[in-house]
């Protein structure tokens, strides 16, 4: 079961989130903030390496955690990203 398993399931409910909502666009928006940190952190990650014109999937250490870890331990980095995402789930709920 593993980490395959509960992708798989996010984007069942994120699928589903859209379908629900009156306005696509709004349940777009909604799904991807439910989805939160990873999904625009790798959004972010693709768009900075094609814009440096590096490969779009080829691995870097700038992502959003990375930055965070520069700067505190990995306890404070967890509790910062943890944050971070109810935020983003908080404003998701919102939406709908």
């Known amino acids: 079961m593993g980490s395959g398993w509960i ?3 996010c984007g069942y409910m994120a699928l589903r989130v859209v379908s629900a909502s009156p306005g696509k666009l709004i349940g777009l928006i909604a799904a991807t903030l439910l ?3 990873p999904v625009i952190d790798m ?3 693709v768009l900075r390496r094609l814009l440096k014109g590096h490969p779009p999937f080829m691995g870097d250490r700038s ?3 990375d930055l965070i870890h520069r700067k505190y331990s990995v306890k404070k980095t967890v509790i910062i990203s943890y944050i971070i995402q109810a935020l983003l789930v908080s404003a998701g709920v919102a939406l709908l």
Do not use: C, D, Q, R
Request: glycine share 16%; proline share 0%; aromatic share 34%.
């Open 7 to 9: 992708g798989f399931i």
């Open 35 to 37: 989805l939160g940190a």
């Open 43 to 45: 959004f972010i990650a």
């Open 63 to 65: 992502h959003f955690y």
